[in-house]
């Protein structure tokens, strides 16, 4: 049974188990909350709300998530109230003299994380707002103070926005939440940056990831059961391809629920995999589900709510539908529903999830073939306005009353000062703006010629809360233009006549050097007694004009190979 109590004004859920006391408490705030100009606001303050505690015989984490961020802690029933207490008591009174320290620990926890196969997702789904800012690094780190800090934690770290779970017999002695007073925030609303669906992208991992949208109900959660079956079978135990097959199902608390989907392949096995992926999502999609199947995934689920544990298990998830407004089922519900999924019901799932999906395919793929329309890379227009030459190439950067625009080959990138979601400034002129739907543009004073103006125009028509003043970059870092092309566009100022001049020396060359072996073979082969003084001038004039020919072919080498 899962008692609803009341500590200190924060909704309590307390649920018995066997094992040693776990305890949490989680806040309706993530990063989805922020935007990418203050990203990684949320996270810094869960790293300074634990900062003070150090190291505990007991393991205690915090967990910062795009709809909420927890803390939460196992160990003895003081050890738990003495964390939650001390962690509340940070949040009312942060540590900032730690803040410069724990902006530095982010900045190394975010280079350390790597590239996973997954990270991208979120950014071409939703562009640089909302549930997109996971895939951003945190750019509001630098400009962060004590006072953003302050105000995000009295808006968001309340007693009203907050549940407490427990898996114990009681309520720890001692425990205490001095949060302060607030109301429960809503989730935030979501963004899409994709015109239409299905579509896909092309990344670097070596792997097919499905990304779906679908209603959150009981029959997608066995939905993701059975494609993971699917998958299975298909890539792994008959095609041999794949190795790691895995699916996911993640609430976004608005009623909806994120689908995923995942295969890895070797680079000379995605072509087979991206097909036998491209197959099973066909294959579900038109209904043709193995029963099996599905028995197998509702009898697995079934085994997981007849555990001892089951109600300890549930209370973070509980906790979290109690913050969003979502239904929390009891158990015998949860079973009724599981028991009551149809082949129909799957087959509706099917459909829902294969219209709003998105497919990540490996480099040098497409999934246009299979009905994907390519995720859109490019802008559908440019401002207009000054146009500014890069120094060496073809590109332009045009600079409007409302926007910027940097035409290249492959098609405009567009960012309008009302959709920028940041504008990074770097100490020597470069800038980087980001756009809402995820269209980057950099502008380089040092590849551009630039009027001196032009960069403060742009400063100052975004607003300043969008605004991020960078660290100073190494020289080394800080882009050049491209060596000087020739009309054959090839780099280090080749110029044209090179090759025509190579080839009449070496021409030369091979006519006066083979005269010279023939006067030298001849001069040898003349009686001693018959050789004039002449013929021995002839081999060195021409051995030493072959000499000459041979010097403009070594330096025009030297100068290609600069």
């Given at each position: 049974?899962i008692?609803h109590l009341?500590?200190?004004g924060?909704?309590t859920?307390l649920?018995?188990?066997a094992?040693?006391?776990?305890?949490?408490?989680t806040?309706r705030?993530g990063?989805a909350?922020?935007t990418?100009?203050?990203?990684?606001?949320?996270h810094?303050?869960?790293?300074?709300a634990?900062?003070?505690?150090?190291?505990?015989?007991?393991?205690?984490?915090g967990?910062?998530?795009?709809i909420?961020?927890?803390?939460?802690?196992?160990?003895s029933?003081?050890?738990?109230a003495?964390?939650?207490?001390?962690?509340c008591?940070s949040?009312?009174?942060l540590?900032?003299?730690r803040?410069?320290?724990?902006k530095?620990?982010?900045?190394?926890?975010?280079?350390?994380?790597?590239?996973?196969a997954i990270g991208?997702?979120a950014?071409?789904?939703h562009?640089?707002?909302?549930?997109?800012?996971?895939?951003?690094?945190?750019f509001?780190l630098?400009a962060?103070t004590a006072d953003?800090?302050?105000q995000?934690?009295a808006?968001?770290?309340?007693r009203?926005n907050?549940?407490l779970?427990?898996?114990?017999?009681?309520?720890?002695a001692?425990?205490?939440?001095?949060l302060?007073?607030?109301v429960?925030?809503?989730?935030?609303?979501?963004s899409?940056a994709?015109?239409?669906?299905?579509?896909?992208?092309v990344?670097?991992s070596?792997?097919?990831?499905?990304?779906?949208?679908v209603?959150?109900?009981?029959?997608?959660?066995?939905?993701?059961?059975?494609l993971?079956?699917?998958?299975?079978?298909?890539l792994r135990?008959?095609?041999g391809?794949s190795?790691a097959?895995?699916?996911?199902?993640?609430?976004?608390?608005d009623?909806?629920v994120?689908?995923?989907?995942?295969?890895?392949?070797l680079?000379?096995?995605?072509?087979a995999?991206?097909?036998?992926?491209?197959?099973?999502?066909?294959?579900?999609?038109?209904?043709?589900f193995?029963q099996?199947d599905?028995?197998?995934?509702?009898?697995?689920?079934?085994d997981?709510?007849?555990?001892a544990e089951?109600?300890a298990?549930?209370?973070?998830?509980r906790?979290?539908?109690?913050?969003t407004g979502?239904?929390?089922l009891?158990?015998?519900e949860?079973?009724?529903?599981?028991?009551?999924?149809?082949?129909?019901?799957l087959?509706?799932?099917?459909?829902?999830?294969?219209?709003?999906?998105?497919?990540?395919?490996?480099?040098?793929h497409r999934?246009?073939w299979?009905?994907?329309?390519?995720?859109?890379t490019?802008?559908?227009?440019?401002?207009?306005?000054?146009?500014y030459?890069?120094?060496?190439?073809?590109?332009e950067?045009r600079?409007?009353t409302?926007?910027?625009?940097?035409?290249?080959?492959?098609?405009p990138?567009?960012?309008?000062?009302a959709e920028c979601?940041?504008?990074?400034?770097?100490p020597?002129?470069g800038?980087?703006?980001?756009g809402?739907?995820g269209?980057?543009?950099r502008?380089?004073p040092?590849?551009?010629e630039?009027?001196?103006a032009t960069?403060?125009t742009?400063d100052?028509?975004?607003p300043a809360?969008?605004?991020?003043?960078m660290?100073?970059?190494?020289?080394?870092?800080?882009?050049?233009?491209?060596?000087?092309?020739?009309?054959?566009?090839?780099?280090?100022?080749?110029?044209?006549?090179?090759i025509?001049?190579?080839?009449?020396?070496?021409?030369a060359?091979?006519?006066?050097?083979?005269?010279?072996?023939?006067?030298?073979?001849?001069?040898f082969?003349?009686?001693?007694?018959?050789?004039?003084?002449?013929l021995?001038g002839?081999?060195?004039?021409?051995?030493?004009l072959?000499?000459?020919?041979?010097?403009?072919i070594?330096?025009?080498?030297?100068?290609?190979?600069?």
């Amino acid at each position: 049974m899962i008692q609803h109590l009341d500590v200190d004004g924060v909704t309590t859920l307390l649920a018995p188990t066997a094992g040693p006391m776990h305890a949490g408490l989680t806040f309706r705030v993530g990063t989805a909350d922020e935007t990418l100009a203050r990203s990684g606001i949320t996270h810094l303050v869960e790293h300074l709300a634990l900062a003070p505690l150090g190291l505990a015989d007991y393991h205690f984490n915090g967990v910062t998530a795009p709809i909420f961020t927890s803390f939460h802690m196992q160990g003895s029933e003081q050890d738990i109230a003495d964390f939650l207490t001390a962690v509340c008591g940070s949040l009312l009174d942060l540590p900032l003299a730690r803040m410069e320290v724990e902006k530095e620990i982010l900045r190394t926890e975010w280079s350390s994380r790597g590239t996973a196969a997954i990270g991208d997702l979120a950014l071409w789904r939703h562009g640089a707002r909302d549930h997109g800012l996971s895939s951003y690094p945190e750019f509001g780190l630098p400009a962060l103070t004590a006072d953003d800090l302050r105000q995000w934690v009295a808006r968001w770290f309340t007693r009203e926005n907050g549940v407490l779970w427990i898996a114990g017999d009681r309520v720890p002695a001692g425990l205490r939440l001095p949060l302060p007073e607030g109301v429960r925030q809503p989730v935030p609303p979501v963004s899409s940056a994709l015109p239409q669906t299905p579509a896909y992208f092309v990344n670097g991992s070596r792997a097919v990831v499905l990304d779906a949208v679908v209603r959150r109900r009981t029959a997608a959660n066995v939905f993701t059961g059975v494609l993971e079956r699917e998958l299975y079978r298909a890539l792994r135990q008959e095609g041999g391809l794949s190795y790691a097959i895995q699916t996911g199902y993640e609430p976004r608390g608005d009623g909806h629920v994120t689908l995923r989907a995942l295969a890895d392949a070797l680079p000379e096995k995605q072509d087979a995999v991206l097909g036998g992926f491209v197959d099973v999502l066909a294959k579900l999609r038109v209904g043709r589900f193995d029963q099996a199947d599905l028995d197998a995934t509702v009898a697995k689920r079934e085994d997981l709510l007849a555990t001892a544990e089951v109600d300890a298990a549930r209370l973070p998830s509980r906790a979290l539908n109690l913050l969003t407004g979502e239904p929390n089922l009891s158990l015998d519900e949860q079973r009724a529903e599981l028991k009551a999924v149809t082949i129909g019901d799957l087959h509706d799932v099917a459909r829902e999830a294969t219209s709003s999906a998105l497919l990540m395919v490996p480099d040098g793929h497409r999934a246009d073939w299979a009905g994907f329309v390519a995720a859109p890379t490019c802008s559908a227009d440019a401002v207009a306005g000054t146009t500014y030459r890069e120094k060496r190439g073809t590109a332009e950067l045009r600079v409007g009353t409302d926007g910027v625009s940097y035409l290249a080959s492959h098609g405009p990138a567009t960012i309008r000062y009302a959709e920028c979601a940041v504008l990074l400034a770097w100490p020597d002129g470069g800038r980087q703006l980001i756009g809402e739907d995820g269209i980057s543009l950099r502008i380089e004073p040092t590849l551009f010629e630039l009027h001196p103006a032009t960069v403060p125009t742009i400063d100052a028509q975004v607003p300043a809360d969008r605004q991020v003043v960078m660290p100073a970059r190494d020289p080394e870092h800080i882009p050049r233009p491209r060596p000087a092309e020739s009309a054959a566009g090839r780099p280090g100022g080749r110029s044209w006549w090179e090759i025509p001049v190579l080839v009449l020396c070496w021409l030369a060359v091979l006519g006066v050097g083979g005269l010279a072996l023939i006067f030298t073979v001849g001069t040898f082969a003349t009686p001693a007694e018959e050789r004039d003084g002449w013929l021995w001038g002839i081999v060195v004039v021409s051995w030493l004009l072959t000499a000459i020919l041979a010097l403009p072919i070594v330096l025009l080498r030297q100068r290609r190979r600069r």
